[in-house]
T-cell receptor, first 113, second 112 residues
């Protein structure tokens, strides 16, 4: 089935632990994005990648890192989770940086205690 | 910083009525998009309007854009209970890095 998958669906994590959220797309899209969604704040961009091998910082990058070793995968890592990183995380992709429509994954609900 | 701001933040209507949502933004844009999010799901693209367009239709959706006022509206005609969702506008700024900036969203409830 074409699209974007994210794992895990949800996670409860102790503060200070390391966590990697996984994102995989099978549409061969070049550009990928990580957002966090918080009540009253909408979606905010964390990191992005315009093509495999490159990444960039979004609006709220602190405490997060990403890698883009290949076209399909774009993992997001929290090196040492803090409670303020409790959020719903969405991965998205689009065909290229210059095309318009983004396609979103189903999200990962993360709770940091 | 948020580029788009939806208004109202929440709207409750009866099935069959029209729903209008507004979005204001701050900087010059290449295009403006509207997305829908059902509860607990990811966002789904609805419609895009470019900066040189004033109105666009797609099924029961009608989008207008007024670049002089830096605003857009999304009209859903003959609403259905299944239209209940959150709606977001997103802008792609001119001279920017081709990343979308999303508004905070608007919750639409269509009562059967």
């Amino acid at each position: 089935i074409a699209g974007i998958t994210q794992a895990p669906t949800s996670q409860i994590l102790a503060a200070g632990r390391r966590m990697t959220l996984r994102c995989t797309q099978d549409m061969r899209h070049n550009a990928m994005y990580w957002y966090r969604q918080d009540l009253g704040l909408g979606l905010r961009l964390i990191h992005y990648s315009n093509t495999a091998g490159t990444t960039g910082k979004g609006e709220v990058p602190d405490g997060y890192s990403v890698s883009r070793a290949n076209t399909d995968d774009f993992p997001l890592t929290l090196a040492s989770a803090v409670p303020s990183q409790t959020s719903v995380y969405f991965c998205a992709s689009k065909d290229s940086p210059s095309t318009d429509t983004q396609y979103f994954g189903p999200g990962t609900r993360l709770t940091v205690l | 910083s948020q580029q788009g701001e939806e208004d109202p933040q929440a709207l409750s209507i009866q099935e069959g009525e029209n729903a209008t949502m507004n979005c204001s933004y701050k900087t010059s844009i290449n295009n403006l998009q509207w997305y829908r999010q059902n509860s607990g799901r990811g966002l789904v693209h609805l419609i895009l309007i470019r900066s040189n367009e004033r109105e666009k239709h797609s099924g029961r959706l009608r989008v207008t854009l007024d670049t002089s006022k830096k605003s857009s509206s999304l009209l859903i005609t003959a609403s259905r209970a299944a239209d209940t969702a959150s709606y977001f506008c997103a802008t792609d700024s001119k001279g920017g890095s081709e990343k979308l900036v999303f508004g905070k969203g608007m919750k639409l409830t269509v009562n059967p």
